[in-house]
């Protein structure tokens, strides 16, 4: 794509922000190993290209202009994400292939990132992208191969891969005294899925009116607090197997719920590429091993 005439090059860009951040041309090019004079003459192509002035010169000091503040943020920005790709790419190191993942953030730290080991050694080919996503992935306006998340989420044109159904049940930190009817027992809640205890409480034939207790973002966040005796949560039995078989957590009732939908590989309905079909059949795989009684 042809760069237009008033774009910065790196380099320009590079010595803007230096100089917004130092306040000399002479410290900026220490810092990019270049004299003061190529810096200077770099400043200088760019304003006259743009036609503003970014810079005041006082007294051999570099101070913003009114245009010079408006775009400085807008070109760390830049440099900022053009660092961090580099450093993403070089993680890669010698890898053929890069699955990206855009995964629900307590499901990936709680269930899939202990597993992945297994796949690691029995595709080390493949290297492994994973972001945290709550809300639904668009595929053509993203660098995702695929996503795991509930099936709900799925968006048209997808093709949804079920891999765990979602069972609910309330727990507690096992020295907490809890009545059947958790009367007085804060109920922590979960934010982006506010409706879990009216939904848990109506199944158990308990009151729903006046739920209270402290309310957080994710489901690791609320196992946390589960932990530490802030109150009753309603968790994914995925999520606590570990805590329940240590005696960290412990549960109240016998009673689970099943969740409206199951946690899913999200994918382009479109062909998939083979490392897609490879991480989609070990993920089964996985999931069938792990599914078991209450």
Sequence with gaps: MHRAAHTPSLQELRAFVLCARLGSASRAGEAMNLTQGAISRSIRSLEDRMGVSLFHRVRQRLL???AGRAMLRDAEDILDRLDRSSRMVMAFGGSRQ????????????????PRLAGFASRH??????????LAPVDFDDSPYDAAIQRAELARPGTTVVPILPERLIAVAAPGMAV?????????????TRPHLWADWLSAAGLDTAGIRGPRFEQFEMVVAAARAGLGVAVLPDIFVQSDL??????????????????????RPAKLSPE???????????QAGEERRPL
């Excluded at 009732?253 to 946690?263: C, M």
């Design 275 to 285: 490392k897609v079909e490879l991480f989609s059949a070990w993920l089964t795989s």
């Design 98 to 113: 890069v699955l990206r993942l855009a995964v629900l953030p307590t499901f990936a730290a709680m269930w899939l990132i």
């Design 245 to 266: 078989a240590r005696g960290a957590l412990a549960r109240v009732s016998e009673l689970h719920l099943d969740g409206p939908s199951p946690y899913a590989l999200i």
């Design 124 to 133: 080390p080919e493949i290297s492994l992208d994973l972001s945290s996503s």
């Design 64 to 66: 913003l202009s009114d």
């Design 179 to 191: 009545p059947p009817d958790l009367a007085g027992i804060p109920l922590i809640q979960q934010a």
